[in-house]
């Protein structure tokens, strides 16, 4: 249910952060666009997603309006 997150939960959203600044940080150095394909990200968002909707969602999961 909803509270305080674990810490297991705490470190893969972290993680996920700062997978995708470091990718945004490659491409700035590379000067390219800063998006990538999705599939590299798509387990990442989806448990952020997932954190989004346990801990922060008021109106109901992402994308349901």
């Not at 939960?9 to 940080?25: D, E, I, P, W």
Request: aromatic share 8%; hydrophobic share 40%.
């Amino acid at each position: 249910g909803a509270g305080v997150l674990s810490a297991r939960r705490a470190n893969r959203l972290k993680q996920a952060y700062l997978t995708y600044r470091s990718a945004v940080h490659r491409c700035s150095l590379e000067e390219t666009a800063a998006r990538v394909e999705e599939p590299r990200f798509q387990e990442l968002r989806a448990m952020v997603r997932r954190c989004w909707d346990e801990y922060l969602a008021i109106d109901g999961p992402i994308g349901v309006t």
